[in-house]
């Protein structure tokens, strides 16, 4: 069965980075886009980070543009969440998911498969 298995989370002060990771198994990675999301407590779900299957397309929430960084490796069927200069506001879980369509999206009813999300705390 598909699996997207988040990592990297933690507590980090204001202005710190993290790295978030997400290895899937059980899909043709390199055919899916990939994105990333969050919810913050008491928050609807929001778009983060997406990229398409070869890397050629990323997208990015306004909030975080200029400071997180989305990529993968198609070799390891992993993705990735490069966070700068975090902010409070940036505190929420983290999830992975996969999109059948290569492009991916900022629309989470398209994404197909979702990881078990990985809680980022920034400290102020």
């Known amino acids: 069965q598909v699996q997207l298995v988040e990592s990297g989370g933690g507590l980090v002060q204001a202005g710190g980075s993290l790295r978030l990771s997400c290895a899937a198994s059980g899909l043709r990675f390199g055919l899916y886009g990939m994105g990333w999301f969050r919810q913050a407590a008491g928050k609807e779900r929001e778009f983060v980070a997406s990229i398409s299957w070869r890397s050629s397309s990323t997208t990015y929430a306004a909030s975080v543009k200029g400071r997180f960084t989305i990529s993968r490796d198609n070799s390891k069927n992993m993705v990735y969440l490069q966070m700068d200069s975090l902010k409070s506001e940036d505190t929420a879980v983290y999830y992975c998911?996969?999109?059948?369509?290569?492009?991916?999206?900022?629309?989470?009813?398209?994404?197909?498969?979702w990881g078990q999300g990985t809680q980022v705390t920034v400290s102020s």
């Open positions: 998911a996969a999109h059948a369509e290569a492009l991916g999206s900022d629309e989470d009813y398209k994404y197909d498969y």
